[in-house]
């Protein structure tokens, strides 16, 4: 046999075994080739190739897998209790709690752009569920704890006065009907988690005269007969930046769960914008996407136009001249910023960074990603796969990190103590 056809009989066979490796790694990770060509930046039509072995995928590509699948196994070995993670964002509050041994089994969120960050980063382990308001509770799978950042709507208590009158039924059904609590509220009625945690704006406890709060603990309490403990804290103490959201944690069964004990440093102690910014004089190499093209430097395109400085210093001066605190936020590195909001991606007037002899600059998203504690600090582990836009919307939306992995540690005795009260329920039941 001529040498030529001996070489490629041989490389045939290393495609064939590449391509067993590639099929038996995609499989053994859990990854659909549409999550592959999302994670990869390659077509469908690669995938196919490497499957069939008419093309050999990159040593890289092996190794990601590979990782994966390390990475499941380890996280495998450390868990203890299942949880559900419900208007998921991009994972913040899921982060904290896989950190303490939870294992997520459920994930919803109706947004694609924070599904495909979501995916980036929690890779190959089950499809996220869409709009949560569409998802029939049978369909949710059993789980020990319910994480939820919903959304605030307008509570309308309305009407229960009448429907007293006419022997109607109200509760939940009624006062938190139409709302993205009520969805929370019906899941946590039929699956009977062990515990729960939600998040929200700082705001709820006072919207509607308090009224939207009185309903929500009164459904969890009374209707949903939970113990329930709730606080307004201030990721400022962890993160620099200022921002305040209420936790409501909820345990079925009673204990002395008391969020006063809570690991939390004083504010006044917490870190300052030059743990967050990037810092290439420090030997942080930029990532190309953020930076200008020597890689010294933040790229140009997050330093405000002489048009838009303009406009907000002259918005900012009339809203001064009428007694308003209407303005932008103008920080140097050795500040807290304000809250970062959804809505940073329009002009950044929240957080603006201070530069020598030009105008300021917004943060980049990976600031932002340091800012709400997805990354350390000159890190940048966390997956951005969307655009700039897209990514202030995201962590603008999102929890800050380090104060959930409080949470989470505060809660984990209470959370395993529960498992081993719901094993001799059921014990119980079967005897």
């Known amino acids: 046999m001529p040498y030529w056809q001996n070489n490629t009989q041989r490389l045939n066979i290393l495609k064939l075994k590449v391509a067993n490796k590639f099929a038996h790694l995609k499989s053994k990770a859990g990854l659909s080739n549409n999550e592959l060509t999302q994670l990869l930046g390659v077509s469908l039509r690669t995938i196919y190739r490497w499957d069939k072995g008419e093309t050999i ?258 918005y900012a001066e009339k809203h001064k001249a009428k007694g308003n605190g209407f303005g932008f936020g103008l920080c140097n590195e050795n500040d807290v910023a304000r809250t970062l909001s959804a809505r940073y991606y329009k002009d950044g007037s929240e957080i603006l960074i201070k530069q020598k002899n030009k105008n300021p600059r917004r943060l980049t998203p990976r600031e932002c990603s340091r800012l709400m504690g997805f990354d350390k600090a000159n890190k940048s582990g966390f997956k951005i796969p969307v655009s700039d836009t897209q990514a202030y919307k995201q962590f603008g939306n999102s929890v800050v990190v380090p104060v959930i992995e409080k949470i989470a540690k505060l809660m984990k005795p209470y959370i395993i103590q529960s498992l081993g009260t719901s094993i001799s329920n059921n014990d119980e039941l079967a005897a």
């Open 57 to 314: 995928p990159k040593r890289a590509v092996i190794e990601y897998l590979e990782q994966v699948i390390n990475s499941n196994t380890q996280k495998e070995s450390q868990e203890q209790f299942t949880f559900i993670d419900l208007f998921a964002g991009i994972g913040g509050l899921r982060k904290g709690f896989e950190g303490i041994g939870g294992k997520c089994i459920f994930t919803s969120e109706w947004d694609k752009y924070a599904q495909l960050t979501y995916k980036a980063n929690f890779p190959g382990e089950h499809e996220i569920a869409g709009d949560i308001t569409k998802i029939k509770v049978d369909d949710i799978p059993k789980h020990n704890l319910l994480l939820a950042g919903f959304p605030c709507q307008p509570f309308s208590i309305a009407g229960v006065s009448k429907k007293n009158s006419l022997r109607r039924s109200h509760g939940f059904r009624c006062s938190a009907q139409g709302t993205l609590f009520f969805d929370v509220a019906r899941i946590i009625e039929y699956h009977q988690p062990n515990s729960f945690l939600l998040e929200n704006v700082k705001n709820l406890v006072s919207h509607d005269k308090g009224n939207t709060f009185k309903i929500i603990y009164k459904t969890l309490t009374e209707e949903l007969g939970y113990q329930v403990d709730f606080r307004v804290l201030n990721g400022k103490s962890l993160v620099p930046q200022n921002r305040e959201r209420i936790y409501i944690v909820g345990f079925k069964n009673r204990n002395d769960f008391d969020f006063n004990k809570i690991d939390l440093p004083d504010i006044s102690e917490g870190p300052r914008l030059k743990s967050i910014l990037h810092n290439p004089m420090g030997n942080e190499k930029i990532e190309e996407r953020f930076a200008s093209l020597n890689s010294k430097s933040v790229s140009e395109k997050y330093t405000l136009s002489n048009k838009l400085w303009e406009y907000l210093q002259n």
